[in-house]
């Protein structure tokens, strides 16, 4: 089984081919009052025929665009812990910019120009000094993921170890720094959730039954919740951060992904659909109850949860 994710239609738009599951990035989910959801989407007009672009939406559903434009595609959108800043990925170029959540416009590249290079996938470190954000190389010899940290102050670019064909999707920062959280497998059927210490550069994979990914961890730092499949479905699961007391939070028979805790930690908001026209779903942990969104544009999804 396959399903359009958020790169597979960014670099559709370019004319490459990739297929992966849509994995959105985030920023590390600290404890806080809620705000806004951080949401792209793909509208008509523009380079081949549509551009992705970069909205807030409220929990009443109205939506209002931060980034847009007919010769540019904007993606994997991450704000900082205090809301201050935004780091975004540009098509053309597929380079990452860093710049004011105020005047996002005004941004500047962060990463230089590479031919055949993604820079995707951002996610603001918990103390917003720095971002990790992974990059994706189409060589003759393969597509080679690697995963990144730069840090603001020396402007400076480090790696971690990872498996360069196997792992992908990297989706989380713990709230303490700690671990980063991607996927391990060749596609979504196969893949595992990796947990990379900061500390000491090692990583393990999550004890999940079946295939797991897309985690995003809670607020105190305790426990993740991914996607799983069930069937032809995949769905919400919860559980503390080595696999265990997993629990179902929803049975839609659908495909859900890309879930994103609320900064109060009672609400996961999470993207459902396959085709163009997708859903946010918002489940309150409490009561198990989900209330549906309809979502800005085509091929939309939640990037991220903002702090109030």
Do not use: C
Not at 51 to 75: C, P, V
Not at 158 to 164: C, E, H, L, N, P
Not at 273 to 289: D, F, P, R, S
Request: net charge positive; charged share 25%.
């Amino acid at each position: 089984m396959s399903f359009s994710g958020s790169a597979r239609r960014f670099l559709a738009v370019a004319g490459v081919a990739v297929f992966t599951i849509a994995v959105g990035s985030a920023s590390a989910t600290v404890p806080g009052k809620n705000g806004l959801l951080l949401v792209s989407g793909y509208t008509d007009g523009g380079i081949n025929g549509s551009t992705s672009r970069i909205f807030t939406e409220t929990l009443t559903g109205k939506s209002k665009e931060l980034l847009g434009a007919l010769d540019q595609s904007y993606s994997d959108p991450a704000v900082s812990p205090n809301g201050k800043q935004i780091v975004y990925s540009v098509y053309p170029g597929y380079r990452m910019w860093l710049g004011s959540f105020a005047k996002p416009k005004q941004a500047k590249a962060i990463t230089p120009e590479e031919s055949d290079v993604l820079n995707l996938e951002t996610v603001f470190a918990p103390d917003g000094k720095s971002i990790y954000f992974s990059k994706k190389y189409y060589l003759d010899s393969g597509v080679f993921w690697h995963l990144k940290k730069y840090t603001f102050k020396t402007k400076k670019t480090t790696s971690y170890k990872v498996d360069t064909k196997l792992d992908w999707g990297f989706s989380d920062v713990s709230p303490n720094g700690r671990y980063l959280a991607y996927n391990r497998g060749g596609d979504e059927d196969a893949s595992k959730i990796r947990l990379l210490d900061t500390r000491t550069g090692k990583s393990h994979t999550v004890n999940t039954k079946g295939a797991a990914l897309g985690p995003a961890f809670s607020p105190d730092g305790k426990s993740m919740v991914y996607t799983a499949q069930y069937g032809d479905a995949w769905e919400l699961v919860q559980s503390r951060l080595d696999g265990k007391n997993a629990r179902r939070l929803t049975r839609t028979g659908a495909i859900n992904f890309d879930p994103h805790y609320s900064p109060d930690g009672k609400m996961i908001a999470f993207t459902q659909g396959v085709e163009g026209n997708k859903k946010i779903g918002i489940l309150t942990l409490k009561t198990g109850k989900i209330r549906y969104l309809v979502a800005t544009g085509d091929y939309a999804e939640v990037e991220q949860w903002l702090r109030k």
